[in-house]
């Protein structure tokens, strides 16, 4: 199907993104951790998948506390990764390739061996003291009673100066104060330093939370909440970083809670903030109500509402990210669909479906072949911080060890980190040394050689045929979307129309087969041709196999 017409849209709409976690991607010297040559070495891999844009996880010098989203030299490559002289080359192959590189942004924190914070902490009247949040307790105790994503307090007590300084994460990763200008011009310094050396965008960590209600800092608030100024700091920073330069750039803000209205703001291209946003509302359904590692069911009701509410929200002005999966999810196939009997299946199910809505797709690695959950049984085989301070407090509160751990098995973060599974090898292609992280013991049949020998029905193949259909066909970039059937229990099905074209978007969710009797003839019983779908002798107006997805051309 090619429906491409010439018209005035931003590129990354209809582009697709493909996220590398560097030290888990492909190891080069051995060492057991994944680095810039490694990754230059599967650039074929990229390169036939048909990306355009590369989005690297943290690779600036690091302790690695939080696997480098604790930075301590922004204009620097960690040694665990390479040098700059090897990124300057993987950039430039990259770049010979067509495909874009954007490096990760960890502006709303850094780490405490930062030369900024050390410089900070050294004294009450030290020129960069205010680049950090700093303050008295408060009645005794913190200065709020803010909590850390990773537990514990957000407040960390300095015996230099006694006072405490924030932090939203780790104790060892100190949050800026967007409030000071000097520390403003600093960050936007660094980040028109990399686009000077070439790189073309970035995914800005948590970058809603930079902006912080002030008034709340000292008391007894017990949450954060986004301040009001962030948009005067995305609208500084555009201007200070962006404009002016060339339009293949990219911008992306991870914002944790925000809410449709505040996206549509957020990515209004005349406002000049940023290209799009990832929001977190569709992968918080399956949490439960105190925390995220209290699982439950997910409703695909819920799921449905969730993704049409901002398909309709961010219809006429705004853009969204497309995800399932990333470093800090589970796997999807484990989590959304079946890993075992239906793997395959149920696999390119969901990237059907995501790839499907308007917005940019992001392919998280190793989601190409249908990675799964890593399958850990013990506790010494996590290496996330986040899982070992949760395990840790709440078995600290009396929890079951065996219950905590079933949690973590489920929804750890280490889930999505374990070892890109190149081949069906003892180190799955990924290494010859020992890996940094257990590779998942399921590497002997799911990893790319045996997947892409599929052919055809390769989970592989179907991601290289969703990419092409996206560069090929306006209606999948552009056309407005429509759900369908919102309160049928395992059928996602929605429109995709733009002028005289449409398209039916079916998948099945369960493991059963799905009649489609009794729905509406005029558009699930249209006979028209099936422009894509995941099974190779997919037809129209058909019952739904187990996991099946497909898209039928209604109109031409």
Do not use: C
Not at 394 to 410: Q, T
């Amino acid at each position: 199907m090619n429906d491409r017409v010439e018209v005035e849209v931003p590129w990354w709409t209809d582009a697709v993104v493909y996220q590398i976690y560097p030290r888990s991607f492909a190891d080069s010297d051995g060492d057991g951790i994944g680095d810039l040559e490694g990754i230059r070495s599967r650039l074929d891999h990229l390169q036939q998948l048909g990306v355009d844009v590369v989005w690297l996880s943290p690779i600036y010098r690091s302790p690695q506390v939080d696997n480098g989203y604790d930075i301590s030299d922004y204009q620097s490559i960690d040694p665990l990764f390479g040098t700059l002289e090897q990124f300057d080359r993987l950039l430039a192959e990259m770049h010979e390739r067509g495909i874009k590189l954007v490096m990760d942004l960890v502006v709303n924190h850094t780490s405490d061996r930062h030369a900024w914070f050390e410089e900070s902490r050294s004294s009450l009247d030290n020129p960069k003291r205010d680049w950090y949040l700093w303050r008295d307790g408060y009645d005794g105790r913190e200065p709020n009673l803010w909590r850390s994503v990773f537990s514990g307090p957000a407040w960390e007590l300095d015996e230099t100066t006694g006072q405490y300084y924030l932090h939203i994460f780790a104790r060892e990763q100190p949050d800026l104060n967007w409030e000071s200008p000097s520390l403003r011009a600093a960050v936007y310094a660094m980040m028109n330093w990399w686009l000077d050396r070439g790189v073309d965008g970035f995914r800005m960590d948590v970058i809603n939370v930079i902006a912080k209600v002030q008034d709340d800092l000292v008391g007894d608030s017990t949450s954060a909440s986004m301040g009001p100024q962030i948009h005067d700091y995305l609208q500084e920073m555009h201007r200070e970083v962006f404009a002016g330069r060339t339009a293949d750039l990219i911008t992306v803000g991870e914002m944790p809670g925000a809410t449709v209205e505040e996206a549509e703001l957020f990515t209004d291209q005349a406002r000049g903030e940023l290209d799009m946003v990832f929001q977190f509302e569709h992968v918080g359904l399956d949490h439960g109500p105190r925390t995220k590692f209290d699982n439950v069911p997910l409703s695909l009701v819920d799921l449905k509402a969730s993704l049409a509410r901002w398909q309709d929200g961010l219809a006429d002005r705004g853009w969204n990210s497309l995800y399932f999966g990333n470093h800090d999810q589970p796997r999807s196939v484990s989590r959304f669909g079946d890993d075992t009997e239906w793997r395959v299946e149920s696999a390119t199910m969901l990237a059907g479906i995501l790839h499907l809505h308007r917005g940019t797709p992001y392919v998280y690695q190793g989601d190409e072949i249908g990675m799964t959950n890593a399958g850990f049984t013990s506790l010494d085989q996590y290496q996330d911080l986040e899982s070992l301070n949760w395990y840790a407090e709440e078995v600290g509160r009396g929890a079951s060890p065996a219950a905590v751990l079933d949690s973590l098995a489920f929804r750890s973060r280490d889930n999505a980190r374990t070892p890109m599974q190149w081949d069906a090898t003892p180190l799955a292609g990924f290494t010859t040394g020992d890996p940094w992280l257990a590779i998942t013991p399921n590497h002997s049949e799911i990893n790319v050689v045996d997947d892409r020998a599929r052919g055809d029905a390769s989970v592989f193949e179907f991601y290289r045929r969703l990419i092409a259909l996206r560069h090929e066909s306006a209606v999948v970039a552009q056309g407005r979307f429509e759900l369908l059937e919102a309160e049928h229990p395992t059928l996602y099905a929605f429109t995709r129309t733009l002028g005289a074209s449409r398209l039916l978007v079916t998948g099945n969710f369960s493991g059963e087969v799905l009649s489609l009797d009794g729905l509406d003839p005029a558009v699930f019983g249209v006979a028209g041709p099936v422009v894509i779908g995941n099974r190779v002798d997919a037809r129209a107006a058909t019952p739904l196999r187990p996991w099946e997805f497909r898209v039928v051309e209604l109109s031409a």
